[in-house]
């Protein structure tokens, strides 16, 4: 009896939405026998190398998810061996949505996903729903709780957050507010990601003598969101000295909120993540200090790892993305490689907008 996943995969190769390359691949990658399937006429594609990649992002209103498609477009507009397509699907920050995208991207026959999951707990499905058709997949960031992938990579989130709280609470210590409260806006503590920003922090603000008040989770990542989610801390936590924000908009919304208060002349702000605002902000000395990842760098080594395992070469399981701490001392010297690597949108890359 022919395995109806043979089948489709026959049909999609004879419709045009599969190349002979592409179907051969998936079959494989399923397990299944090919010797019939590769009788059949190449489909449309099937001359010279061409590949097809989906990147399912979480959200295009958040910056660095910009920046992360930038890199991935950036690597496969230098690919010279062949024509590399790369199609944003947009999440709009619902795992629902997410898992949608991916089921479009396998029907539209994408020879393999990368992917930002919209939470942790969420991308095992999309993992699953990958692996039953044989699209591989790469992790961008965030991770995933189980499920199979060709690669992740991922900032060194820890040791990032961990690097910024050092320098929060010395600055602290320095204007006399040693082992005052400290309060923080997280990203979803559902992420990977997220929990690692926190362990690192917590451990920083532990060594200088003090400790995490409160904190509250963003949920739709946006500077107005922040804003009031700040103003509510600063309320609630009057004796806090500290302030410390896990993404660029929350550190820009919080900002606002910190400066609009009584309290302004009496918090340290430090932050994780960095945009062109967050430089000019360490600049004037209204931010200590901020470990900025590199998301265009994120992206670029994303769709490396995905054209080697395309290609039938062999990968690194996981590459830890180094984050760059970047404080008024140092933001001079740094700023060439932040515009190369942190920020920038090139050529016919998305354009980030606040």
Request: charged share 20%; proline share 4%.
């Amino acid at each position: 009896m022919t395995d109806a996943r043979l089948d489709r995969i026959a049909r999609d190769l004879l419709a045009g939405r599969l190349s002979r390359r592409q179907a051969l691949r998936r079959a494989a990658a399923l397990g299944l026998a090919v010797p019939a399937l590769a009788a059949l006429p190449g489909g449309a594609g099937a001359q010279g190398e061409s590949y097809r990649i989906a990147y399912l992002t979480p959200g295009l209103n958040v910056p660095f998810w910009k920046y992360l498609s930038d890199g991935i477009k950036q690597q496969a507009a230098r690919e010279t061996a062949a024509t590399v397509e790369v199609t944003d699907y947009d999440s709009r920050n619902d795992a629902g949505t997410q898992l949608q995208n991916a089921q479009d991207a396998i029907t539209a026959g994408v020879d393999l996903i990368v992917i930002s999951p919209t939470d942790s707990s969420s991308a095992p499905t999309v993992l699953e729903l990958a692996a039953e058709n044989g699209v591989p997949v790469v992790i961008a960031d965030i991770g995933t709780d189980e499920g199979e992938y060709v690669s992740f990579v991922i900032s060194s989130n820890e040791q990032g957050a961990y690097d910024a709280g050092k320098v929060l609470t010395a600055k602290m210590a320095e204007r006399g507010f040693e082992g005052a409260g400290v309060v923080m806006i997280t990203i979803s503590q559902a992420r990977i990601n997220g929990q690692n920003r926190t362990r690192g922090i917590e451990r920083a603000v532990e060594e200088g003598g003090s400790e995490i008040v409160q904190f509250l989770e963003s949920e739709d990542y946006t500077r107005a969101e922040a804003q009031t989610q700040a103003s509510d801390l600063l309320t609630a936590n009057p004796e806090a000295r500290g302030f410390f924000t896990q993404h660029d908009e929350a550190a820009l919304g919080a900002l606002t909120a910190i400066e609009e208060s009584e309290q302004a002349d009496q918090i340290v702000f430090a932050s994780f993540d960095g945009s062109p605002e967050s430089v000019a902000l360490i600049k004037e000395g209204r931010l200590a200090a901020a470990s900025m990842q590199q998301p265009v760098l994120m992206g670029r080594l994303a769709m490396e790892v995905a054209l080697k395992h395309l290609r039938g070469e062999p990968v690194e399981k996981e590459t830890q993305v180094p984050t760059i701490l970047v404080t008024s001392e140092n933001v001079a010297d740094l700023e060439a490689q932040l515009a190369d690597t942190v920020f920038p949108a090139e050529g016919g890359a998305a354009t980030p907008a606040a």
